[in-house]
């Protein structure tokens, strides 16, 4: 059985310096590749000293809606030159996230639209963070239809209406390990009617460590496992057949090969 862990933060604090043990867990388990993700200069820098170390690892790169306040020119230049790189498979995460005060909502909007202009330039497929912002997110993405290559909607939390309409987007869903949660009936509802060929997977680590090892913390690849397990049994298939065709999705979003 291969899995991909689609959304790592691998050099956050809380991995960074357990990398290689982390990995050799993750292989034990059964996920094998892993897209990470650089959210801020600091860890684009950090990603793409890691990711050369490891064949079956590549990278997403892009600014988190929560620095859109103190995104310069400079900053934006920096993404456009890291993105050319071969192993920087995907734009994002980018979006928009009003749960939080961090930034103001009109600098959120104007720099997830310099991403999608990006990534749209470059026709590398875009990772979305949406929270609390769902709207403003889809009206945006609306503006830019026809002109992205894959689109992803992470750390998926979304109500049948709003599922509705990604699915007619034709974008794709990543879950985390929320959709396992002892209070996620509404979600493990949500998630019967995704189909799996247009379903991802990942940890988010080190956040969101899933049942039934939820109080795990640090979460890591290796406890995809879990996520992949309950997604399984929703569809009522195999876990091997589920991972087998996940797998391939996601291969085939990111463009990556085996």
Known sequence: MELIDTHAHLT???LQNQVDAVLSRSRAAGVVEWVTIGTDRTHMDRVLQLVPRYPAMWAALGYHPHYANDITEADIDYLKHALQNKRVVAVGETGLDYHYDNAVPDNQKRLF???LDIAAEMQKPVIIHTRDAFEDTMDILDQYAGKLANVVVHCYGGDA?????????GYYVSFTGT??????DALREVAKTIPPERTMLETDCPY???EPVRRVQPNEPALLI???AC???LHGMPLEQFAALTTAVSRRFFGISA
Do not use: C
């Not at 209406?161 to 987007?169: A, G, S, W």
């Not at 959709?179 to 996620?184: D, G, L, N, P, Q």
């Open 12 to 14: 956050f604090d809380e």
């Open 113 to 115: 639209r310099t991403h």
């Open 161 to 169: 209406e709003q599922t509705r309409h990604v699915l007619d987007k």
């Open 179 to 184: 959709v396992t949660f002892k209070r996620s």
């Open 208 to 210: 969101i460590s899933p």
């Open 226 to 228: 879990h996520t992949a």
């Open 231 to 233: 997604l399984a049994r």
